[in-house]
């Protein structure tokens, strides 16, 4: 059983301790609005959508100097074990210096957005 989300977050850890401009994946929607938030956050320079039949999800990483602008990602819902939360109980990655992404009804948001909007969810995984 493949977790997507969790590929493509591997993916980016890998391209970025390898200093890699970029990396392509299989597309989707869950992915890009991941790619959106990144490229919201700083986290990534830029992220496009090519293909009309089989899309593919390029993204390009960021860096200063020659190390990655990530330092860490961590996946933590998974397919076998779900993490919901409710908007009062999205936690705080680094004590606001990272970045928690939760899947919500609003669509995929920052845990800072899911409290405004006091909407909990899915979290999918944290960002630092």
């Known amino acids: 059983m493949s977790d997507p989300i969790s590929d493509l977050l591997t993916r980016i850890r890998n ?3 390898a200093l ?7 597309h989707s929607k869950m992915k890009e609005s991941i790619a959106r938030i990144l490229k919201h956050e700083g986290y990534v320079t830029d992220f496009n959508v090519e293909g009309s039949k089989i899309k593919k999800l390029r993204v390009k990483l960021k860096y200063q100097g020659r190390k990655g602008v990530i330092v860490g990602l961590r996946r933590v819902s ?3 074990l779900r993490r919901y939360v ?3 109980e999205i936690p705080r990655v680094l004590g606001g210096m990272g970045t928690a992404i939760v899947s919500t009804p609003k669509g995929v948001l920052t845990g800072v957005q899911a409290r405004k909007q006091n909407v909990g969810g899915e979290i999918l995984c944290f960002i630092w």
Do not use: D, F, N, R
């Not at 890699?20 to 299989?26: H, K, Y």
């Open 15 to 17: 391209a970025s301790q």
């Open 86 to 88: 409710g908007s009062t």
């Open 20 to 26: 890699l401009p970029e990396i392509e994946v299989s």
């Open 78 to 80: 998974t397919p076998g």
